[in-house]
């Protein structure tokens, strides 16, 4: 039980283009997920929480115009980078926490990585 | 706001031996969890153990267990018999919050040598 999936599972854009990606909790229902970035042999940052039916809660320097995060219902939230460019290429990470309890912990996805050229 | 450090960059163990890998961390609140994950090449994260703070017992999951020293924040992962498999970057992390955030430590890369 509790697997995240991600979609897809890698991109490649052109500089300018927008692209989206999502995450669904399969087998459990996720009120909350996280989106991460993690720069190769780096640590995972947080870049957002996306709470279902309201507004995302962006962390300090993560420009909320550049990526859009939508949780429109319990098992989906996407995010979208518009206007894509080279320095946005990275690999992208969504995680959900289980609703039915708070120290499960989160559930990963298996990630995207995105190219921009 | 949480810190989690971790202060071994790269580790290496002889196949079937013993290995600790070290994290503290920071937090000012009275409820967390911690937690170890394992991020093989995949990339895929996975959850290697966790740790309620308010249990003094250490947790344990086969060859894995923890020595979590709460009046010290440290919350170090013993992998015994260590195999092929347990290479990857381990990340130590702590959750607490609302919104249960976790923050990563910077990662522990695990060579296990045959």
């Known amino acids: 039980g509790a697997v995240v999936s991600q979609h897809p599972s890698w991109v490649i854009c052109k500089s300018g283009t927008s692209v989206k990606i999502e995450c669904r909790s399969l087998?459990?229902?996720?009120?909350?997920m996280f989106w991460y970035r993690q720069f190769p042999k780096q640590s995972l940052m947080l870049m957002a929480t996306?709470?279902?039916?309201?507004?995302?809660?962006?962390e300090q320097g993560v420009e909320k115009d550049k990526f859009l995060i939508n949780h429109a219902s319990l098992t989906l939230s996407t995010l979208t980078v518009t206007s894509a460019h080279p320095e946005d290429s990275s690999f992208y990470i969504c995680?959900?926490?289980?609703?039915?309890?708070?120290?499960?912990?989160?559930?990963f996805g298996p990630g995207t990585r995105l190219t921009v050229t | 706001a949480q810190t989690v450090t971790q202060s071994q960059p790269e580790m290496s163990v002889q196949e079937a031996e013993t290995v600790t890998l070290s994290c503290t961390y920071d937090?000012?609140?009275?409820?967390?969890?911690l937690f170890w994950y394992k991020q093989p090449p995949s990339r895929q994260m996975i959850l290697v153990i966790r740790?309620?703070?308010?249990?003094?017992q250490n947790a344990t999951e086969n060859r894995f267990s923890v020595n979590f020293q709460k009046a010290a924040k440290s919350f170090s992962l013993k992998i015994s018999d260590s195999q092929l498999g347990d290479a990857a970057m381990y990340f130590c992390?702590?959750?607490?919050?609302?919104?249960?955030?976790?923050?990563f430590g910077t990662g522990t890369k695990l060579q296990v040598i045959p």
């Open positions: 992390a702590a959750n607490s919050g609302g919104y249960q955030k976790v923050t």
């Open positions: 996306s709470n279902e039916g309201s507004k995302a809660t962006y």
């Open positions: 087998d459990f229902q996720a009120t909350t």
């Open positions: 937090t000012s609140e009275s409820d967390y969890y």
């Open positions: 995680s959900a926490r289980d609703a039915r309890g708070s120290g499960k912990g989160q559930y």
């Open positions: 740790q309620e703070a308010y249990k003094q």
